[in-house]
């Protein structure tokens, strides 16, 4: 499985855009992105997963660049609610494996 | 719909000890798969269950096991514990076979191991 490098952490204006960037530069061409976030004393969430073209969902935006070998996810209007650790992985269309790697993510810290 | 649940909340082992974690999936998630989260530390795999069977499993030694009932949840079993398996204790189901699918996770049983 490809690895995943994100910055340890990140701060954001409350009602400001949160972009929270991911390097997976070893990525293979049948391997999706996936986001994930953990909020503290909590499991962790599901957000949006793209394989070459950008995604959005009701919670969040996914950008892929076109060779693929980063992507960023884009919290258009955070809240404080949107504290959390973020993660990214890839992982192929495994069929009935669904194993998840994480590694350490970014914190995100929404600020009022 | 339900999502998924463990239980219990927390628990509190000596060491040589053994436990179990209990998890019901998601209404019609056939898939259970457990993982270890360390303190600071992201969540690492410890195996998946489909259909009753062991169907992957991460690093973990054999005293790691599990069960997945014909109502598709599940149990976590750790023998002879160790004070490093002190951690909290995720558990996800999903519906596996599409090209690509979410995982639903609980909100975890925290062991503390003394």
């Known amino acids: 499985d490809a690895k995943t490098t994100q910055p340890p952490s990140m701060d954001c204006a409350e009602g400001r855009a949160a972009n929270l960037p991911c390097n997976h530069s070893?990525?293979?061409?049948?391997?999706?992105v996936y986001w994930y976030r953990q909020i503290h004393s909590q499991g962790p969430q599901y957000i949006i997963h793209?394989?070459?073209n950008n995604e959005t969902n009701e919670m969040a935006s996914l950008i892929i660049t076109e060779d693929r070998k980063s992507s960023t996810l884009i919290l258009p209007h955070a809240t404080l609610r949107d504290t959390a650790v973020y993660y990214c992985?890839?992982?192929?269309?495994?069929?009935?494996?669904?194993?998840?790697?994480f590694g350490q993510g970014t914190t995100l810290q929404v600020k009022p | 719909e339900t999502g998924v649940t463990q239980s219990p909340t927390h628990l509190i082992k000596t060491r040589g000890q053994q436990v179990t974690l209990r998890c019901s999936s998601q209404?019609?998630?056939?898939?259970v798969s457990w993982y270890q989260q360390a303190l600071g530390q992201g969540p690492q795999f410890i195996f998946q269950y489909y259909r009753e069977e062991e169907n992957g499993r991460g690093n973990f030694p054999p005293r790691f096991s599990g069960l997945q009932f014909p109502n598709y949840s599940s149990e976590l079993n750790v023998n002879a514990l160790e004070l490093d398996d002190s951690a909290l204790y995720l558990c996800?189901?999903?519906?596996?076979?599409?090209?690509?699918?979410?995982?639903?996770f609980g909100p975890g049983t925290r062991l503390t191991v003394t």
């Open positions: 209404s019609g998630h056939n898939t």
């Open positions: 992985i890839v992982r192929p269309p495994s069929g009935n494996t669904g194993k998840l790697i």
């Open positions: 996800a189901s999903s519906i596996p076979g599409t090209a690509a699918y979410e995982q639903y």
């Open positions: 793209g394989l070459k």
């Open positions: 070893t990525i293979s061409g049948n391997e999706y």
